[in-house]
Every structure is written in structure tokens, then in C-alpha cells.
């Protein structure tokens, strides 16, 4: 869970336009020197002032920098040491040398409170979410194996709770056997073991921050039992690669308080679509059957 010191005053944030067409290179530098690397949640807030921040960085003490950020000074100095710089001024060095403070074109600065910032960001993130699906082939893949595993597992705990219930609502109505697993500990194991006997040959799971160690040990668990591993989750966490058979990431909007995870919900309704197009037939059978049934039970107002 992100820090929760009181906030300070920030020096203005740039334009939603601004956020949006922020330099890419800083975001690729921090990337590959987090590579292989956990990091913490103040960690996770400094990276998404860096890049908010790209035109400033250069010019900015640890103590600016940790104000921003809205964490301490010292986790500033171990952030520095975390990407493998020898402290901040080597970091605030590299970085300014990437981020090129000197803009050739004047844009007017515009100052937005943290919540449109925020909002951007996200904005930002869906972008480049949109070119990611340019090649369909992954999609294709992860439509086809969710529909053809019956049942399904969908395994989400703690913070990915909500979107492994969001998929599942949706997935219910087109897909015959959707099994929810939320709660972790022992009765995760028993709910693994019993939808591989009734023939499940995918689960599909939602790993968001800050990664709970029961979703690793229930995937192991699954992968043990022989079932293979379909993962949604960010681009953060180091070892993916290791846990799963297919993997689809959004990048996580750490701005705020808590995190928000906008990219993961749009994944969800490609998911969806995907799944569909994967069982034609069946999915339209099945969604006029829901409709008919829920218009005459009046379950909705309109």
C-alpha cells in the first residue's frame, strides 16, 4: 500500500497535452534499469514523477524531488541506489541527459490540480495501451484458451479482487462454467484441484501490485496440477515470464493514494470480446437467452 504522509505542495503539473506526449526515452531508461528489480510502493510513486516531471529533472533536489514524489528523502537515495546509480546526483545526471530540459518548441504552461494529472496519465496509458493491439495475435490466443478451458478458473485476491469479479460478471453470460476463486489461503488449493478434475486446462489470473504472495503460490499450485497459466497483470513485476503461459500487461497509474488500474479494465473488455469471437455461436445463443430471461423477470429498469 502507497505511503500516506501528509501531501505537500508540488510545483505545478504539466497539461493533460503535456502528459500525454511526454518523452518515452526516460520512461524505456527507468524500465530497463528496473528490470529484475521489486520495487517498493514509494519507489513506484518516485517513477511516475520522474516521468511527469521529465522536463524538471535535471533541476531538482533529492528533497524537491521526495516532495513531489510525496515520500522521504531517503527513499529518494535508495530508489537512486535501487536502479544501480551511485546516488542521486549520478541519477539526476543521467536523467537530465535523457529528458533534454530544453524544449525546441515553447508550449504554454497550463497548471492542473493532482486529479487531472492523474486523469491524463491514465489517458496516457491507454495510448499506449491502443499500440500494443496492433498485432492481434496474442489477443487471438487469449480468446481462444478461455474459451476452450471448461471450467475456467479466474483467480484475483486482494487488490485484484475487483477485476477478476468484473471479468467473471461478464464472462458468465457466454462462457458455461466461469469459477471465480477470491478469497486465497487453503480453500484456493481446493477450488484449484476441483476445476482441473472437471477438466479446466487454463487459469486465468489477475496479478496487480503489490503482488500477494498467495496469488504466486496458488499459480505454482495450479501449474503443479497441470493446469497453464493465462496472466493479466503490469509491467513492473520482474519474473512474468516464469509464471505464465500467456501474459497481457497495462501499465498501473500510481499518482494517487492508491493505485488505479484503467488499462487492466479495458484488457478485461478485449478479453471479452476476444473470448466471444473465439465461441461465435455460442456466445450469441447465450446473451439472447440472458436478455430474454432478464427482460422477463424486469431485472432492469430499461
Not at 126 to 152: M, N
Request: neutral net charge.
Amino acid at each position: 500500500m502507497p505511503e500516506t504522509r501528509p501531501r505537500v505542495q508540488s510545483k505545478p503539473k504539466k497539461s493533460a497535452v503535456e502528459v500525454t506526449t511526454q518523452p518515452m526515452s526516460l520512461r524505456a531508461e527507468i524500465e530497463r534499469r528496473m528490470e529484475g528489480q521489486r520495487l517498493t510502493p514509494a519507489h513506484r510513486r518516485i517513477v511516475q514523477c520522474l516521468i511527469d516531471h521529465a522536463p524538471e529533472i535535471g533541476f531538482l533536489s533529492s528533497m524537491e524531488l521526495a516532495e513531489l514524489a510525496n515520500v522521504s528523502q531517503p527513499s529518494v537515495s535508495r530508489f537512486a541506489l535501487a536502479l544501480g546509480f551511485d546516488g542521486f546526483l549520478d541519477m539526476r545526471r543521467c536523467f537530465r541527459a535523457i529528458a533534454d530540459p530544453e524544449p525546441s518548441v515553447s508550449v504554454p504552461q497550463v497548471s492542473h490540480n493532482r486529479y487531472q494529472t492523474a486523469a491524463a496519465t491514465e489517458a496516457a496509458n491507454l495510448v499506449e495501451l491502443s499500440a500494443t493491439f496492433s498485432d492481434l495475435t496474442i489477443i487471438k490466443k487469449f480468446g481462444q484458451v478461455l474459451a476452450s478451458s471448461r471450467p475456467l478458473p479466474v483467480l484475483g485476491l486482494r487488490a485484484s479482487t475487483g477485476l477478476a469479479k468484473h471479468f467473471c460478471y461478464f464472462a458468465a453470460k457466454v462462457h458455461h462454467d466461469i469459477r471465480p476463486i477470491l478469497d486465497g489461503g487453503s480453500l484456493t488449493e481446493d477450488q484449484l484441484e476441483q476445476a482441473y478434475a472437471a477438466g479446466a486446462t487454463w487459469l486465468l489470473v489477475f496479478l496487480m501490485p503489490l503482488y500477494p504472495r498467495e496469488t504466486i503460490k496458488a499459480i505454482e499450485y495450479a501449474k503443479q496440477l497441470g493446469l497453464k497459466i493465462a496472466l493479466v497483470s503490469d509491467s513492473t513485476f520482474s519474473n512474468q515470464g516464469e509464471l505464465a503461459d500467456l501474459l497481457l500487461t497495462a501499465r498501473i497509474n500510481s499518482n494517487l493514494v492508491f493505485d488505479s488500474s484503467v488499462g487492466a479494465m479495458m484488457l478485461i473488455s478485449v478479453l471479452l470480446d476476444a473470448m466471444c469471437d473465439a465461441m461465435p455461436e455460442q456466445s450469441e445463443a447465450r446473451l439472447e437467452y440472458s436478455d430474454r430471461s432478464s427482460m422477463r423477470r424486469k431485472v432492469f429498469v430499461r
